[in-house]
């Protein structure tokens, strides 16, 4: 090909790829190439972009996540988790029902994919510093619970004549609960922090952390499989040489890692970084003969040891909830409805029995913890469901050539029904607990505390989002006055300077639900934003105010962002950069000219520091502070363009300046009606005394002032 064709050829391809030649069949014909050139590749090109062709994968994909969306919204309109919105999904596309889906590999892909992020995120959460404040409960009632239920499972299917290896199966299978249902059920209802959520998510940690050894065993109870004492011996040493090696990288290299790859400030960079550690260390311990499951939850545990856990966290964890849907709508695919028709009496009574054995095993479990009867009793019932990794567990065991209750495919089918209607049942079965528990409280009143906070918890305190020169100043201003101050920022530079400031520095997104609740929102008083853009503050705004709509938000936006994009967002005080300079700035030159009008009093720089004589009855007195005077002239008719009052007052609670009452407005003691602050100090140069709206008293200046 000549020098021109070639310049024309890169000028003229729709895709643009920029290469000499022709490439895609979307490019525009070239002198001297022929039309029926096509080159090795150019089918997949071809497929893609031509009219009336797709690929075999993308309408199973689309019929999933349609339904799974569709039902999902159904589920949350309906106050129903959403998760049991995707095992119905499951459950009406599957291949056994409408058969929408009838190849399952690209869906066994995904949901092997959401498995390993599922399991990633729980390792990211999972810190052993955090954890160290429950680890008794984490320890002996979850340790507790596991081991009674899988115990008694074994025991009562042995009775009725179950083979010992999948007896032994069926008390794993049962030993575990839901942890993705269980904690949407406590989120929903207020009770995380509780002593009845702190103990339910202490058991669901170990639950978690046993799934790993349980992997490690499953294999071993094939009938085929030899070595027996040898082999599980064989198997556990090297899952803990690989833990021994997972823990070294957790302390010494992923936190360097990290944050190298967190100062390109890049978050497609940093999202491809976080996966490719979860996914690959899974890869490479899977090579290792250790489970994907145990090195996906590894991974997320390398990454929790460093400071940009929760950032990786919040960038990780869409991925995570769209491969985690895939997961449940496969599960729900399992269902045969015909199946289950023909056995629902079994089904039924194994639900019942699971129910009962469950919440007594957990029953104990929690007691053992002396956290009183109707805490156990609630935790018991909470628990009492069989987990989603259950079927990870189901699946080892039918490579291994063994089903739950030795009853083949029979087994397979009641095990998901069973999950299934358990997993659907939870918010009913968690607030029967909760009724168990309340009337064993009346007839025994137990004084239930709030479960542990986390490590690094504050309370009470003071979110500043983003961080410069005017949060640094925030900061200092506040923690001066003893409020505890967080601080959320992206950037590892910032969060350095922060961390030398604030009372607590979280690395990661302000738009992130976990980020938020990482930096305690949920006890916050205050979310100040105030680095950030009007659109960027905005987004984050409407974040906040969706996940706790009671926290009051201040906004100072490095922009002229005005009210009515802010306000939708839930913003409720707005700081107006521009305005805030420009007004006192304004007041300052005119007044160094000489050239101030009636307007120009009180002057916003100098301080109003009214000291009350002792001998006043007025009990408002505790609300009088040192203040600056908001504005130069009343605040609110230099709003409305008006300068018509008669006599100016400033609160002596947050500085703003009124007009008098006898004045048109009346804005002084609207805003004392209004703010519920009481006593102004008179603004006019020749006067100085101050008045109680509250108790219509005049007070007078200090004699010692």
């Known amino acids: 090909m000549s020098a021109t064709v070639a310049g024309r050829a890169r000028a003229v391809p729709v ?3 920029g290469r000499a030649g022709p490439f895609s069949a979307c490019e525009l014909p070239v002198p001297g190439v022929s039309r029926d050139f096509r080159p090795e590749g150019i089918e997949v090109g071809r497929m893609v972009l031509a009219a009336g062709e797709t690929t075999g994968y993308l309408g199973p994909i689309v019929a999933l996540l349609c339904a799974a969306g569709l039902i999902g919204y159904l589920s949350i309109r309906l106050r129903i988790v959403p998760i ?86 069926t008390g794993l299978l049962v030993a575990l609960s839901s942890t993705a249902i269980v904690l949407k059920v406590l989120s929903s209802s207020g009770r995380t922090t509780t002593t009845v959520g702190g103990t339910s998510i202490a058991t669901l940690i170990f639950q978690d952390l046993a799934v790993v050894v349980m992997a490690l065993l499953v294999p071993l109870l094939g009938t085929g499989s030899g070595g027996g004492v ?19 990288v957790a302390r010494k290299v992923m936190p360097p890692l990290l944050e190298r790859v967190a100062r390109t400030c890049s978050p497609e960079v940093f999202l491809l970084a ?54 449940f709508v496969s599960i729900g695919m399992l269902v045969d409805l015909r199946a289950v028709l023909r056995m629902w009496w079994l089904i039924l009574l194994l639900a019942c029995a699971v129910v009962l054995l469950k919440v007594i095993t957990g029953g104990v ?18 628990l009492a469901q069989v987990g989603e990794f259950s079927f990870v567990l189901q699946s080892a065991g039918r490579a291994a050539g063994v089903e739950p209750l030795g009853m083949g495919a029979d087994g397979e089918q009641v095990l998901v029904a069973v999950t299934v209607t358990l ?10 607990g909760e009724r168990f528990a309340e009337v064993l409280r009346r007839r025994r009143p137990t004084g239930e505390t709030a ?35 967080v601080v959320i920022t992206l950037g590892p530079e910032l969060a350095a300077d922060a961390e030398q400031r604030a009372d607590r520095v979280v690395r990661g997104d302000s738009t992130h639900g976990n980020v938020l609740h990482e930096a305690g929102l949920a006890t916050a008083r205050l979310v100040v934003i105030c680095e950030n853009s009007g659109e960027q503050a905005a987004r984050i705004a409407a974040v906040v105010a969706r996940f706790a709509p009671e926290t009051s938000i201040v906004v100072r936006p490095t922009d002229r962002a005005g009210a009515e994009e802010l306000v939708p967002a839930g913003v409720d005080r707005i700081v107006d950069t521009v305005g805030a300079v420009a007004h006192p700035l304004t007041d300052t030159v005119l007044r160094r000219l000489g050239r101030l009008d009636s307007a120009g009093y009180p002057d916003p720089n100098t301080p109003v520091d009214f000291r009350f004589d002792p001998a006043t009855a007025c009990p408002h007195t505790t609300e009088i502070e040192p203040v600056l005077p908001s504005s130069a002239g009343c605040t609110e008719c230099l709003r409305l363009g008006e300068r018509d009052w008669v006599h100016l007052r400033t609160c002596l609670h947050c500085g703003n300046v009124g007009c008098c009452d006898s004045s ?40 010692t002032r």
């Open 15 to 17: 895709g643009g790829i």
């Open 84 to 169: 049991v919105g995707f095992l119905l999904a499951g459950v009406l596309i599957g291949p056994h029902q409408l058969g929408l889906v009838s190849d399952s590999e690209v869906v066994r892909a995904a949901a092997d994919i959401g498995v390993m992020l599922l399991l990633f995120t729980i390792g990211i959460e999972f810190s052993l510093d955090r954890m160290a404040s429950i680890r008794r409960y984490v320890l002996l009632g979850g340790g507790l619970q596991v081991v009674l239920t899988v115990g008694l499972t074994t025991a009562v299917s042995l009775l009725f004549g179950v083979e010992w290896r999948p007896a032994l199966l």
């Open 230 to 248: 040898l082999e599980l011996l064989r198997a556990l040493g090297t899952a803990l040489v690989v833990l021994v090696v997972v823990l070294v």
């Open 274 to 327: 976080v996966v490719a550690i979860g996914l690959g260390t899974a890869w490479l311990t899977s090579l290792a003969g250790v489970s994907v499951a145990l090195g996906a939850f590894l991974a997320g545990l390398v990454v929790s040891e460093s400071k940009h856990s929760s950032h990786a966290l919040g960038e990780v964890l869409p991925l995570q909830i769209l491969f985690s849907a895939t997961f």
């Open 365 to 382: 479990a929690l007691l053992a913890l002396r956290v009183g009867l109707p805490t156990a009793v609630a935790g018991g019932f909470l």
């Open 423 to 432: 997993m659907i049942l939870t918010p009913v079965l968690a607030a029967l």
């Open 451 to 485: 479960a542990v906070e986390p490590e690094g918890a504050v309370g009470g305190h003071v979110i500043v989002s983003g961080w410069g020169e005017v949060a640094a100043a925030l900061t200092t201003e506040l923690r001066a006055r003893d409020i505890p101050v």
């Open 664 to 703: 048109p407005h009346r804005h002084a003691s609207a805003h004392a009606d209004t703010c519920s602050h009481p006593i102004v100090a008179s603004a006019e140069p020749d006067e100085d005394w101050a008045w109680c709206y509250f108790d219509l008293a005049r007070l007078e200046r200090s004699p």
